[in-house]
């Protein structure tokens, strides 16, 4: 088992999974989402070489299981915020035929761990409504809402 981050030859497994997840927010919200995959194989490829979005995979026996994307910001030119370093986790997957097997708080904890290296004073991310096992499984990492963002359709 390792954690590492995403290479070019990860492009093509980490799509696969990104399917599942896209599927999870079809699901959850067909009104809003198409059953495609977020990035193209390019596209990742770009990500994966951006050091200011470090995505990681978790790799057993050569096959990657999970992978998850981050952004770094930097607030300290903003006339608002206070001036600290935020790590915003975009994107958090397992391999559907390899959930349960606690790779998600391995890669969560690896991030933690690669944020407060990097003197992060906290981690973000958005969960969507209705994704109850996500929900839980940040709340069990520790994390606590830092803001609501709501919404009216206007159908």
Known sequence: MCIRRAENKDAARVLQILEQVNLIHHNLRPDLF???TKYSEDELHRIFADDSKPVFV????GVVLGYIFTVLFDHGGDRMLVPI???YIDDLCVDEAYRGKHIAT????FVKDYAKKLGCHNITLNVWEGNNSALSFYQK???KPQKTKLETILD
């Open 85 to 87: 370093k935020e790590l």
């Open 106 to 109: 391995k890669l969560y904890e």
């Open 58 to 61: 978790y790799e057993e026996s």
């Open 34 to 36: 198409n059953i495609a």
């Open 141 to 143: 990492m520790g994390m």
